[in-house]
């Protein structure tokens, strides 16, 4: 039997801790293997899902007797439409279970209800589906995933450290219906508060790095006193850290993101990016995967799955 095991802290995640829920998981009549079991991402353009995918494919090769796997993701992060497409096709397909990270918190829904009605497991990882549109529509949906705002604000601590009070900062956010976008951002005011820094502006980049690039051009023009840029995920991090060296304000403005991907981690060497998180990309499809393998056998399993969040700075990357 496949359990949600733990791994070796700073390399893997941890073994995710049961959250309480009044809300159960989904129902199925237990069944045996081999299952089926479909993994729909958002953008493959992004290293982060790209990682996912690998951990994916690499648990189910170790696995194969137990379950095949059908590995799908966008091209961009708004292309909700597509995704809904893919998860259409995947119940057509007759999938035991989708694992799902929705490019929309709220517009996913309806087809996971569908595949639900169908039958199909469904598991919700990386970004949160929407509670008032789950309860909207009689679901629970279990959520297999990190606490975004307390790794949002794990980075954002790091950072308040190296600023003085009332430092002006600014936020580049996710998509704006995105559960986890949301939820970082939240985690960056806690510590903007708490830090006493001054926020001059939050804005939209849509977790792309080209729009991140073009969006804190924008702002270090607007504000040339600017300290910091805190990046909702790693790849608008990135395209902050090529508009910092463009402007000249390299060393100026100190630049965090979310996420761990590897392209980040020469740039923290380096001192152009401070830090980032780590949700463990190679994981959090796993988990999900093993917690739909065990509702598909019948097995208790709780609604919520909480995954670890490790922060990632010069320190942590010189001691591997």
């Known amino acids: 039997m496949l359990a949600l095991a733990a791994c070796s802290p700073g390399n893997k995640a941890e073994a995710p801790a049961d959250a309480q829920s009044p809300a159960a998981a989904p129902a199925k009549s237990a069944k045996t293997g081999p299952f089926k079991i479909a993994l729909v991402m958002k953008s493959l353009a992004n290293e982060f899902f790209l990682t996912m995918e690998n951990g994916a494919k690499a648990h189910q090769q170790a696995n194969a007797d137990q379950y095949t796997l059908l590995a799908n993701g966008i091209k961009d992060e708004q292309d909700v439409a597509r995704q809904i497409d893919l ?5 057509a397909q007759g999938v035991d279970a989708l694992v799902i990270a929705p490019a929309d918190s709220k517009a996913l829904v309806r087809v996971c209800k569908q595949a639900m009605d169908a039958g199909v497991v469904v598991i919700n990882i990386d970004n949160k589906f929407d509670g008032d549109v789950l309860k909207e529509r009689g679901l629970s949906i279990p959520f297999v995933g990190p606490d975004n705002r307390k ?53 939209v980049a849509n977790w792309e790095m080209e729009k991140a690039n073009q969006v804190a051009a924008s ?52 001192g152009q990016i401070l830090c980032t998180v780590d949700q463990h990309a190679d994981q959090l499809a796993v988990f999900g995967i093993e917690f739909a393998l065990q509702v598909l056998r019948g097995e208790a399993a709780p609604a919520d799955i909480e995954t670890a969040v490790d922060l990632v700075t010069a320190e942590t990357l010189a001691a591997k």
């Open 87 to 91: 998860v259409e096709q995947m119940v």
């Open 151 to 203: 790794g949002a604000k794990l980075a954002a601590d790091y950072l308040a450290k190296t600023l003085p009070a009332g430092a002006p900062v600014a936020i580049l956010e996710g998509i704006p219906s995105a559960f986890n976008g949301i939820q970082r951002r939240l985690g960056f005011n806690d510590t903007v508060q708490e830090a006493g820094l001054t926020l001059v502006t939050s804005q």
């Open 219 to 270: 702002i270090l023009t607007e504000h040339p006193s600017l300290k910091a840029l805190l990046c909702a995920n790693d790849s608008m991090a990135l395209g902050a850290a090529a508009a910092v060296r463009a402007g000249g304000r390299a060393g100026q403005v100190a630049i965090i993101g979310y996420d761990g991907i590897s392209a980040v981690q020469q740039l923290i060497l380096d």
